[in-house]
Structure formats: C-alpha cells, structure tokens
C-alpha cells in the first residue's frame, strides 16, 4: 500500500485508536480495528514449520529440515519451493505472518539457536534468506527476518550487550538482513539483546540503517516480550510491541503521547507500517481468505523427502562405499538409539508437531524390503534422561486410550476442564479456564521391564508427583528466570524415583500450582532403569560384524541443543564415540551419520569409510536418507558452516558474556572460515565442503580483467565431470587481497552457482557477483568504499580447496555516507570506539 492509500485511514484514528493498535491483543494476534476494515493479525512460529496459535501436539504440521538443513542444499530454488509450502501451511492455520528467517550467524558452534540459524558466512546467509522469503510471500505470507542484530548466542540473551566494531556489524552481522530487505521482506523483527550499550528493540540502527539507508517499509516487531521499556522504544523505530495485551506501549504509550513526551509522527509512523503489512496480506476491508489446499500430501511429502537429500552433506566416503547397491547387499546393520529416536528439529519456540516421522530405520527398511536383512541394535542403554510420556507407553485413565488425562483444577481441587493428549508435555492446555489454579496430568503406566525407574515433572511453583498412589515428589520450585522460552516452553524437570514391577499397570499423578508469570507448561517425564552399557555395546558388535554393511546414527540431544542455552561441550553424548569407534572395528564398510543441527566433535572422523551429516532432517528423514545411502538421490549439501576435529581447535568459540555483561566480538571479521584461515590452523571439513557421486575437474575460471568501483560482474568457471554418473557440483569464487591499506579476511564467499552434467560433460558456472563485493565499510566515513588496486578471484569447491584463480583490477574510485560503493585509502584501523 502507498502512504496515499493509507493516510484516509490514519485520519479515521484517534490517538487512543493509534496506540491501542501497537500492542498485541493476545499471545499470537495483534489488534483488530473496525473503523478502518482493520481484522487481527495472527502471527505464528516456525523456521522449520508453521505451528499457529495453539502449542497442541494434537494440531500438526509439516516439519521441514533445520535452516541449517536447507543452507547446506545451497540450493535457491529449492528455498523458494520450501517457503510457498509454508505459505500453505500458514494459510490453512490462519497465519498471517510467520516468525521466519532467522538470519543470525553461527558465530561460534557453541551457539544453542544455530540449528535455527543459516550459516557462518553472510552471503550465504542472505540469500538463503531472501530465497525462503521470496516463497513464503508469493503465497500472500509475510515473512519476518530476525533477530535484528547480534543475537547469535543464547547466554543471558535477553540481557547481553554484544559490543563490535563499526566495520564488523555492516559487513558481517547486518549485510544477511540488508539482503533479505533488498528481496523485499514485510517484516523485521529486533532481537533482546543490545549492541552497543542500547537494547534493540531501542536500538538507533532500527532508523538507520534498516528503514533510511534500506529503505524497509514494513514493521519492526519485538522478539516476544522483548519490549521491556516505555520512552526509549516508542521514541526509537520499533513498531509492534508482542505480545500482548498488557505491555510498557500499552500501559504508558497513550499518556506519554498526550504529554508530548512521544511525538504523534512517531505513533502515525508506526501504525502506518502496521497497516501497510495488514493490506499485504489482505487483512484490510477484507474477511480472512479462504484456504483451500493447492498442492496434494504425497507432493508436499516428496519435495520434503527431496530436501532432506538436498541437504545431507558426505563428508567422506573412502573407497566409494556410498552409494550402496540394494541388489548386491544381504544384510545390513542399523545401531544407535538415534535411527529409532532420530531428532527432526531443535527445541525451543521453533517446535512444530509432525502428524508422523520417518525414522532412519524405517526408511532403511522400506528401501531393502524384500532384498536385505536388516538388524537394529541401539549399542548404548537408555540415556537415564526422562521423556514426557507418550500414546506408546502410557494411556487416559478415562478414556483407555493411548496418552494422558489433563485436567485443570480450583483451588479446592475441583475439575474446572479435563481433554485427553497424546504427550506428558504439556506447554498448554487448549482452554484456560477462570479459577484455574493448578494443572493436572494423569495417566496409566505399563512398564515393559521392572526396577527403579526415573520419573520427572517439569513446571514451577508448587509440585508434586504420585506414583501408584504413593507420593514420591513433593516441594516447591521458585521461577529462576524471566527468558520466555525457560518460562513457558521448556521449563526444568525435578526428579523423582520409584520401583516399578514389569508389565504391572499404575496410575501416576502430577500436579503443578499455576502463579501469576510462571506460565503454564507442566511435563511428565519418565526414564526406565539403567541398562548394561557393556552388554548393549557388545550387542551392536557382534551385529555389525555380522552384517556386510552397518549404519550407525548419532547425535544431539535437545538438552545440548536447544533455544535458551548455549551448548557447553562440542562432543557427542557419552558413550556415542566409543560406539562409532567399536562398530568400524568390527566392520570396515560401516557408515556414520550425524543427526546434529551444529557441528559436533568428531575425534574418529578420519578411520570412518563414510561419513554423512543430515542435520536435523524433517519429517521425512528416514525416506530421505535412505535415498541417499542407496543412490536414488545424491548427497547434494555442502557445508555452511566450518567443521573442527575438537572443540579445543575452533578459533572462535566464546558465548558467555563477561563480568559487565559484554560479549566482545573481538575477532571482528574473522568468523567461520575466516577465522580458521587466519588462525592457519585446518579444520576437519571446510565451510562449502561436500562430497557428490561423481568427481569433478576444475578447468577454468574467467573473469573480466578490471571493472569499476560499485560495478557488479560475472565469474564463469569451466568444470567437467570426470566421475561414472551425472552429479550437481556447487562452484564457489572467492575473493582476497594480498596487500591492501585496510585489514581483510584471507579470502571470502562472493558468490556461487551449480551446475550439473552427464559424465565426461562439461558445465560452465555462471557465478554472479554484486559490485558490493569489492568494497568495505569505513568507520572513519560511515560509508562503504572500494580500496583501488588488484584483487584475487579464486574459484573451487569449498573455502579450503580452490584450485582457479584470476585477478581482477578495481578502478576508479568514488566514496559515498551510507549506501553506496567507493574506495580509498582508509588508514582508521577499522575500529570504532563507539562500538568496544
């Protein structure tokens, strides 16, 4: 909408009108105003995945691989086909804005949030994310590109002050955002943290650069209850305070309005852009549209399968073990407690519900059904950790059927609303009914094997747990913390023990008391006895040395990874590493893939055969895999992110604030591979490394000989493929400056294209490369500036492998404030000290 279009409808408004419109009405929706045909908006969750209003496991969606997932696939078009299947998704839950991309960076892989988050490196980043964006709004959705700026760490997130220099926040932190602005995204959305002393959602850089120097049209909206102040933020270009209804706007705004504390262009500016996104997504004089499924099951189902394989990344594959023949195997051994329990997604607020999950085991299964035995061994016992009760071990008291009874109660105890669910986590319940002062969740327990079990229930406040009607958990647990996610979605688990004979069926009862703040979700968790580690491991042994091929699964658990905490350790869960290490002992032609949305240590890495990273796949992971392993489909990812041997190696790992509450980006530039190629220390896998099914010849990169300051250019790099099958092979150019007047990285991303070609055929990449990628920022200017002189092109397959090279020559340039492309000499030392 144009400001002509929307100027008669400010004048409808009154201030009391204006004001009441910048607060939301509820947890996912913002105000509605008849006066100007305005209905509510509903906001919604998910990266991964369109959650909605309500956090039903009962209400499912379609479960995308991570961000990081689709990153690796390198694959733009792919994107796009993703974020239009969000769109649908979005539409047949009544969403109208979906709370997506993250475009935060995996600063350091310590990062808890980085499966959430694309890539180390900005370009790739950026047009990740305004690939995604193109597709979720092609389908009348708005997408929203979060969390302007810094927050790429989860420790004290809503409290850090992330402090870096002038130079490093346009030309790492904020260029992923200005691309994705430049795509054309209707909403923005400020992170907790601060930079530079100022919290973000009253951060200077929200004007500028953001809405002046980008010229971003749409709103600015809080991270959920990341609007904690009144005058700051309502004075600064923060536009929607979330949610709601009560708030700082909502309580003060109208008042500091009437007393000119805040200007009236302020409010008016912020509800314009309000209303500007309404009439993108048809919210204007308009009911809701009517959803109407375009794009049949078995279709989304395929091009989710088809990402999965898009985006697992061999790292390694000696000898060619991958892909594996199905007619010429017999038997094939499956072991890890991952292949069964395989993680789709990371915690936190990202969390969707899948209708159903193919595991890794299933999806081997169906490949070689009727043509290999398969064998499954988890190699490790239970992890001792409890899992919220599911349909398969626990049912409704009332009902008998698979889940649990939940019920809200008075203060007297009396049931106000009972429903059945399917999961003992219970984030809310689908009704909160007035009086409500305790959640209640009950259920019959059958357990398959006798002994001291591990029971749990997660929540604050006051708590208790009875098993078969003797209670072993009782006391109350103060609220620790304000972070929404800890609060209201993942909130702690106490512990409590009790004997369980097998196959005898008890009733256990957990209650939580429900105060004003501490939310709502409540958890029943339970973990059967301690196994024998020694006797699982040698389980797995002899079944992969029984078997002519074994496949082992490890990963992450969401207690490593997860929204709201950092990760302390790189390493795999106990126990994990010795089993890799156990299993290729005993079969040489073993197979390892890695279920991780980060990296994770792999001290084994270089005497596994194969090697294949698939993330956190999505729904359809085990359909996908199997693709993979068996040659349907290439592994087509390419690494977003640098891979160390060990955590002691990685050159940038700090996420904890220090004593004065800064986290210092003193590594300015260098993150990801610039940081490993500065440190000269080599990591396991290079960012942009990944193996296909055929190999590749690197012939020849051409480029023009010398362009102009702020010109943009093409790079064409010749490669042939010398394998025995046609393959997809992702070209990356790369750029450095041996002697140069301002501190550069050894070399950086500028672009990339794939390209695929039959065997023995060639294939030209035509690599596009913006006229930006020659400039820096100069603190000293404020502006970007294009240093004269010689540059080196370098061409190749990942940032540690490039075997082309070219020079080309910057001429003429010219130096502008802000926006723009120039150059000179900028002597400044790069740093800023407004920033450190």
Request: glycine fraction near 12%; proline fraction near 7%; aromatic fraction near 6%.
């Amino acid at each position: 909408m144009t400001d002509e279009e929307i100027d008669p409808l400010l004048e409808k408004l009154d201030a009391a009108q204006k004001v009441r419109l910048l607060t939301g009405a509820s947890t996912w929706r913002t105000q509605g105003e008849p006066a100007v045909g305005l209905r509510p908006l509903t906001l919604s969750d998910g990266p991964a995945g369109v959650r909605g209003e309500t956090w039903d496991e009962r209400e499912t969606s379609l479960v995308l691989p991570s961000p990081t997932a689709l990153a690796a696939s390198w694959d733009e078009r792919l994107l796009t086909d993703l974020g239009a299947l969000l769109a649908g998704e979005a539409r047949r839950k009544g969403v109208d804005v979906l709370l997506a991309p993250t475009l935060n960076l995996h600063r350091s892989p310590l990062g808890g949030r980085h499966f959430e988050c694309f890539s180390e490196d900005p370009l790739l980043t950026g047009r990740t994310g305004a690939a995604l964006v193109r597709g979720v709004q092609s389908g009348g959705v708005a997408a929203t590109a979060k969390h302007f700026v810094g927050n790429d760490a989860e420790t004290d997130r809503l409290n850090v002050d992330v402090r870096m220099d002038e130079r490093t926040l346009h030309e790492v932190y904020l260029a992923p955002f200005e691309e994705v602005v430049r795509a054309g995204v209707w909403a923005v959305m400020s992170a907790y943290n601060k930079v530079g002393g100022i919290t973000m959602s009253a951060s200077p850089l929200l004007a500028d650069p953001l809405k002046e120097e980008w010229g971003f049209e749409g709103p600015v909206v809080s991270d959920w209850g990341g609007l904690r102040t009144l005058l700051d933020s309502a004075r600064s270009a923060q536009d929607l305070a979330m949610p709601g209804p009560q708030g700082p706007w909502a309580a003060g705004l109208l008042a500091a309005l009437e007393q000119g504390l805040v200007s009236a262009e302020a409010v008016d500016g912020k509800v314009r852009r309000l209303l500007r996104l309404a009439g993108q997504v048809s919210a204007l004089g308009s009911p809701r549209p009517v959803w109407r499924p375009v794009v049949a099951p078995d279709v989304q189902r395929a091009l989710l399968r088809r990402a999965v394989s898009a985006g697992s990344v061999l790292l390694r594959n000696e000898g060619g073990l991958l892909p594996l023949d199905p007619a010429a195997l017999r038997s094939v051994a499956v072991i890890g407690p991952h292949a069964t329990g395989v993680r789709i997604q990371g915690g936190g607020s990202a969390e969707v519900f899948p209708e159903a999950v193919v595991t890794p085991l299933a999806g081997i299964r169906e490949a070689l059904d009727g043509v290999a035995a398969v064998t499954y061994r988890p190699g490790l016992p239970p992890s001792g950790r409890p899992e919220p009760l599911g349909r398969d071990r626990s049912r409704d008291p009332r009902d008998g059927e698979p889940g649990v009874l939940v019920r809200l109660l008075d203060a007297d105890g009396a049931e106000l609303h009972a429903e059945h669910r399917l999961s003992g986590r219970i984030v809310e319940p689908s009704v909160m009914v007035e009086g409500a002062a305790s959640v209640e969740i009950r259920a019959l327990f059958r357990p398959p094997m006798g002994g001291e079990w591990t029971w749990a229930v997660g929540g604050w406040g006051d708590i208790s747990l009875s098993v078969d009607g003797r209670e072993v958990l009782s006391g109350t647990f103060p609220l620790d913390s304000d972070d929404p996610t800890r609060v209201h979605v993942a909130p702690p688990l106490h512990p409590a023990a009790a004997d369980l004979v097998a196959g005898r069926e008890v009733e256990v009862v957990a209650r939580r008391a429900l105060a004003p703040g501490s939310g709502v979700a409540t958890v029943l968790a339970a973990a059967p006895p301690a196994g024998d580690a020694a006797a699982a491991l040698a389980d797995a042994v002899a079944a992969a040395r029984a078997a002519e091929v074994a496949v082992v699964v490890v990963g992450t658990t969401e207690q490593s990874e997860s929204e709201g905490h950092d990760r302390e350790s790189l390493d795999l869960p106990a126990g994990q590493d010795a089993l890799v290490r156990a299993v290729v002992r005993a079969n040489p032609r073993t197979v390892v893939v890695v279920n991780a949305g980060g990296p994770v240590a792999l001290p084994w890495h270089s005497r596994v055969p194969a090697l294949l990273l698939a993330w956190f796949p999505g729904q359809e992971a085990g359909g996908g895999l199997a693709d993979v392993l068996f040659g349907r489909a290439e592994p087509g990812g390419r690494l977003p992110t640098t891979w160390g041997v060990a955590q002691e190696d990685v050159p940038v790992l700090d996420t904890v604030p220090a004593a004065d509450g800064c986290l210092r980006y003193e590594e300015g530039l260098h993150i990801g591979y610039r940081a490993w190629l500065r440190s000269g220390a080599t990591p396991a896998y290079w960012f942009g490394h990944g193996l296909g099914y055929t190999d590749w010849a690197y012939e020849e990169l051409t480029a023009p000989a010398a362009v102009a300051a702020g010109e943009s250019f093409e790079v064409r790099v010749r490669v042939r493929n010398t394998g025995r099958r046609r393959g997809r092979e992702v070209v990356q150019v790369y750029l450095s400056r041996s002697r140069s007047a301002v501190e550069r990285p050894v070399r950086r991303l500028i672009g990339y294209a794939a390209v695929e070609a039959e065997p023995g055929g060639s294939a030209v990449a035509v690599v596009r490369v913006s006229g930006r990628a020659l400039a820096h920022w100069s603190a000293a200017r404020h502006g970007w500036e294009t240093e004269a002189g010689d540059f080196t092109l370098l061409g190749g397959r990942s940032a540690g492998d490039l075997p082309l090279t070219a020079t080309l020559t910057a001429h003429a340039p010219r130096t502008t404030a802000g926006n723009g492309s120039g150059s000179g000499s900028d002597r400044d030392g790069e740093r800023s000290p407004l920033m450190l």
